[in-house]
């Protein structure tokens, strides 16, 4: 029996309107035809599914199922799993794929899998034809809290992640919360590192609720159980609801946006983690691992300066490290990252600005220009070397 909650997300865009749903509950790909449907109107013919190997082997026929009884024709594309495959040559051939298939305007383009596959397919269909629709069908925990929602896409290059990239808001959004029971432990840590990231900057409400889908997934490591599932598709919920309030105010992250409702604080632990990415040519950390090594690393800054009372953040930590162990970078060449913090896209005037905390649920936007000097050079390699005892 299909159980869910539809979230509506208003979002806010300078000179035109825009809303859609996210659906979050278990047992929702057979219905994917009919929610596809309804989002879109009648006039969607065909649908392109984007997804890997190892996912559309999963749940490929049952999306395509759905669809065909929905009177959409189904075509499905291929990509590399892994971020090493989220470049400029993936989503070209993801748009050749589209033209081939015939994908019109009215139709759609449909991402079955995680955030790498949700980045590209959605970098693609936004430039397709100038844009045609897109709907997020998230197979992984971070994509179901984080990537599938608030329409940025984008693709990785030799010189930073996601720097090349659109806002491409989804026409509808199925967080199936069954799936998360083929997810290998890695990949379940990895999502759970990135709730932890939203629960700091919300609030202790999210960031306890974030807790329970961490001790239920330690009693329940494949989110088998009813109960496990009830607590996961709750937390979802209440995630997504919190990212959604903030892409509300803020769809495009404004430049001059620095509050606390700028979009921005959602890429708190993420200067660096990019930084390990791009160090280590995306290939050795996932990606909520390197937020993982983020949130610490910001957590770090913000004691250092004297921000962030220490009890909060020995709080936060003690968060971070009941997800699960994460893999060393004192291996990482120090100047290796140093270099890929240079290029990161939230840096404005030859410096970066820094999401921190002044206390959990008080995230602030600093400019490291303000640092004493030293300060992310010192506590970049302590924290480095820290990671291996």
């Known amino acids: 029996m299909t159980r869910s909650e539809t979230i509506k997300v208003g979002v806010r865009i300078p000179g035109e309107a825009a809303e859609y749903q996210i659906i979050c509950g278990s047992g929702l790909l057979e219905s994917t035809g009919d929610v596809v449907r309804t989002s879109l109107g009648e006039d969607v013919r065909r649908a392109a599914v984007i997804s890997n190997r190892k996912v559309f082997g999963l749940y490929g026929e049952a999306v395509e199922l759905s669809l065909k009884r929905a009177g959409i024709s189904a075509a499905s594309f291929m990509i590399g799993d892994g971020e090493r495959f989220k470049t400029l040559r993936t989503a070209e051939k993801i748009i050749g794929f589209l033209n081939t298939a015939g994908i019109k305007r009215g139709d759609a383009v449909i991402a079955l899998g995680g955030g790498v596959v949700g980045d590209a397919a959605g970098f693609a269909a936004s430039l397709h034809l100038r844009g045609v629709r897109l709907v997020q069908i998230p197979t992984t925990l971070l994509a179901m809290i984080d990537s599938s929602v608030g329409g940025k896409t984008g693709v990785n290059s030799s010189f930073g992640k996601n720097l090349i990239g659109t806002f491409h808001q989804p026409a509808v959004v199925i967080a199936d919360v069954s799936v998360l029971a083929t997810l290998d432990p890695r990949e379940m840590?990895?999502?759970?590192?990135?709730?932890?990231?939203?629960?700091?900057?919300?609030?202790?409400?999210?960031?306890?609720?974030?807790?329970?889908?961490?001790?239920?997934?330690?009693?329940?490591?494949?989110?088998?159980?009813?109960?496990?599932?009830?607590?996961?598709?709750?937390?979802?919920?209440?995630?997504?609801?919190?990212?959604?309030?903030?892409?509300?105010?803020?769809?495009?992250?404004?430049?001059?946006?620095?509050?606390?409702?700028?979009?921005?604080?959602?890429?708190?632990?993420?200067?660096?983690?990019?930084?390990?990415?791009?160090?280590?040519?995306?290939?050795?950390?996932?990606?909520?691992?390197?937020?993982g090594h983020g949130v610490l690393f910001a957590a770090e800054l913000s004691k250092r300066l004297e921000l962030s009372p220490a009890d909060s953040i020995k709080f936060l930590n003690g968060v971070v490290h009941r997800v699960g162990g994460l893999p060393t970078v004192d291996k990482v060449g120090f100047e290796a990252v140093l270099a890929a913090l240079s290029n990161d896209k939230k840096s404005r005037g030859g410096s970066i600005d820094w999401v921190l905390l002044e206390g959990i649920g008080r995230p602030v936007i600093v400019s490291d220009s303000s640092f004493p000097g030293g300060t992310v050079r010192k506590a970049l390699r302590d924290y480095l070397r820290s990671t291996n005892r």
């Open 189 to 291: 840590s990895s999502g759970l590192f990135e709730a932890v990231k939203h629960g700091a900057i919300s609030g202790e409400r999210l960031l306890r609720t974030t807790e329970k889908m961490i001790d239920v997934r330690s009693r329940d490591p494949k989110v088998e159980a009813a109960e496990t599932r009830a607590v996961f598709a709750k937390g979802i919920t209440e995630h997504v609801k919190f990212k959604a309030l903030i892409v509300r105010d803020d769809a495009r992250e404004a430049i001059g946006a620095t509050g606390s409702r700028s979009r921005k604080i959602l890429n708190f632990g993420h200067t660096l983690a990019h930084a390990l990415e791009l160090a280590t040519n995306y290939r050795y950390l996932k990606h909520g691992e390197a937020v």
